[in-house]
C-alpha cells in the first residue's frame, strides 16, 4: 500500500517545526515527504539547509519544490499538505490545495479576518470538515486532555471560571508579523477557553493591553502584556492573561474552577520542566474534604535544540501528535479536527479581543444586529464588519 505523500507550504518559523515532524514521520514510513514550498527563495533556500541539519540531506535534494501552492497542488501530487504561509496568505493557499481536494493542516490563524475565514467555509462547502484542520496544537496536548477528560466525566460540575495564562521568555523574532499582540497571543487561550465549554461564542469580550518597557518591540504591537475576559451566556467567566517579558523561563498553564472541584495544568517551570496536571475535589460540603487532590499526572517536556523556538519544549509531542493525527484522518477520508468551525470562532473573539484593547477596553457584545446569536461565519462576518474588528 502507497504512503500518502506529504508537502508543506511557507517554511519559515513554525514551518520548520512541522518540517522537523514531517522528516520524524517519513523515517517512521508514516508518510512519503515530497514536496516544500515557500514563496521567498532565502527563506526555501534556509529549509533546506535546516533539513541537512536532521540529517535529511537526501530529503533536500529531492523535495519537489514549489514557489506557490498552486504549482505544489498541481506538479507534486501531493495527498495532503501543511500550509505555514503568512497569516495573510492563509486564505489565499486553502482554498488553492482544498479546490485540487487537497486536505490541509493549516497555522492558526485561519485567516487574516472573519471575512476571509467565511469565505473559505462559503468555497469549500459540505466538503470542509474533511479538507481543512487548523494548527491548534493544544487539543493534542497529553496534559490538556486530561484536563478535559476530567471536564466531561463531570468531575469539577459546571465551570464557574477558567484562567489562561502564556507568558513568553522573549521579545518577538525579527521580521515577525503579527496581527497585534492580544489577537496573536489571546487566540491559543481563546481555543483553551472555549474548548472546554464546547466551543459556544462568549457573550461579552473584554480587553487591556499594556507596554512595560524596557522592551524591543520587534513586531511593532504597541505593547507587551494583554488581558482578555470573555464571559459566556451562563456567566461563566474566562480571564486570558498573555506576556512577552517573562524573562525568568516558560509559564504556560490553565486553572478551572468548577462547583464542586478544580484543574490546574502546568506553572512556571523556569527554563525547562515537567507538565503537571492536578484534579481537586471537595467543597466542604459531602464526603471529601475541602480541596483534595484527587488525581496527578506529570508530562515531561521535550528537551529542546538551539534552533528550536521558546515554545517548542512545552508543545513538541504535541505538534508530533497533531500531525500524526492530521495523516491518519485523512487515510481514512475522516473528518478533521479542530476544523473551520474552531478556526473561524476562535478567530472571531481573538480578533474582537484586538479592537477592544485598542479601545480602551470597549465591552463588545456578541450578537447579531437583531439580537439573535452569531451562528455561522457569515454571521461573523456581518458582525465584525459592522462592529469594526474585521
Known amino acids: 500500500m502507497a504512503l500518502p505523500r506529504l508537502g508543506i ?96 493542516l493549516v497555522e492558526k490563524p485561519v485567516a487574516s479576518s472573519i471575512a476571509e475565514a467565511a469565505s473559505i467555509v462559503d468555497q469549500l462547502g459540505a466538503d470542509a470538515d474533511r479538507l481543512v484542520q487548523v494548527a491548534f496544537q493544544r487539543h493534542f496536548d497529553e496534559a490538556t486532555r486530561a484536563a478535559a477528560g476530567w471536564v466531561e466525566q463531570g468531575l469539577i460540575g459546571p465551570i464557574q471560571q477558567s484562567d489562561h495564562v502564556l ?30 465549554r464546547g466551543f459556544t461564542l462568549p457573550l461579552r469580550v473584554q480587553a487591556l493591553q499594556y507596554l512595560a518597557p524596557p522592551y524591543d518591540d520587534r513586531a511593532a504591537e504597541g505593547a507587551n502584556i494583554v488581558h482578555v475576559f470573555c464571559q459566556w451566556a451562563n456567566g461563566s467567566l474566562a480571564h486570558l492573561w498573555g506576556s512577552r517579558i517573562n524573562g525568568t523561563g516558560y509559564d504556560n498553564r490553565f486553572t478551572l474552577t468548577g462547583t464542586v472541584g478544580r484543574i490546574d495544568v502546568g506553572e512556571f517551570a523556569g527554563d525547562f520542566g515537567p507538565i503537571a496536571a492536578k484534579l481537586w475535589r471537595g467543597t466542604g460540603e459531602g464526603p471529601l474534604p475541602r480541596g483534595t487532590l484527587v ?59 484586538e479592537a477592544s484593547s485598542r479601545q480602551g477596553g470597549r465591552v463588545f457584545e456578541l ?8 451562528e455561522t461565519a457569515a454571521d461573523a462576518a456581518a458582525f465584525a464588519e459592522a462592529s469594526g474588528c474585521a
Not at 518577538?172 to 489577537?183: D, K, L, M, V
Open 9 to 104: 507550504f511557507g517554511t519559515g518559523r513554525m514551518g520548520r517545526v512541522h518540517v522537523q515532524h514531517l522528516v520524524e514521520l517519513h523515517r517512521a514510513r508514516r508518510i512519503d515527504f515530497v514536496a516544500m514550498g515557500d514563496p521567498l527563495p532565502s527563506t526555501l533556500d534556509a529549509a533546506r539547509a535546516y533539513l541537512s541539519t536532521l540529517d535529511a540531506g537526501d530529503l533536500a535534494r529531492d523535495l519537489a519544490i514549489a514557489s506557490t501552492a498552486e504549482r505544489m497542488a498541481t506538479g507534486a501530487r501531493v495527498d495532503a499538505v501543511v500550509v505555514a504561509s503568512r497569516t495573510e496568505d492563509h486564505a489565499r493557499d486553502i482554498v488553492t490545495f482544498a479546490r485540487h481536494g487537497i486536505p490541509v
Open 167 to 196: 507568558q513568553d521568555k522573549n521579545p518577538t523574532p525579527e521580521n515577525y508579523q503579527s496581527c497585534g499582540i492580544t489577537a496573536d497571543m489571546a487566540i491559543h487561550l481563546v481555543f483553551e477557553a472555549m474548548s472546554v
Open 295 to 353: 488525581e496527578s499526572l506529570t508530562f515531561p517536556m521535550t528537551p529542546p535544540l538551539p534552533h528550536h523556538p521558546d515554545f517548542y519544549p512545552r508543545f513538541a509531542a504535541a505538534y508530533h501528535a497533531e500531525l500524526s493525527e492530521f495523516v491518519t484522518r485523512v487515510a481514512a477520508g475522516a473528518a478533521l479536527e479542530p476544523g473551520l468551525d474552531a478556526g473561524w470562532k476562535t478567530l472571531l473573539v481573538a480578533n474582537v479581543a
Open 367 to 374: 450578537l447579531q444586529r437583531d439580537g439573535g446569536a452569531i
